[in-house]
């Protein structure tokens, strides 16, 4: 299927949404870290981000940004998945046009998000 970018700080979490995205068809690359995922994308990107906002060194909004300036990733359809609740957080994740989940999360909302973003801009 897709190959999705996971990037968390927190290894369960990681560890959780590769199980549940490898069960649904995909292949995961994990990083834990902005810069890990800097350079696991550098030469393969992916067709999905998921990121978790608050992250030490590059925050998740922050990685968003450095994925969409690369080459061949500036329209790389990303989700965010945060424990970061605020309305402005939330904000600040959809103004960048991500989709925005919560943690805890649901599995059938992160597949939606994902599948969603994978379908071209003209399909249903």
Known sequence: MARI????????????????LRKQGHKVVMAGSGA???AVTSEDPPDVAVLDVSMPGLSGLELCRLLRGSEGMTDLPVIFLSARVLPEDIEAGKSLGARYLTKPFVASALFDAVNSSLKAPDEP
């Open 36 to 38: 890990e995922a800097l």
């Open 5 to 20: 970018l996971v990037v968390d700080d927190d290894p369960d979490i990681v560890n959780l949404v590769n199980i549940r």
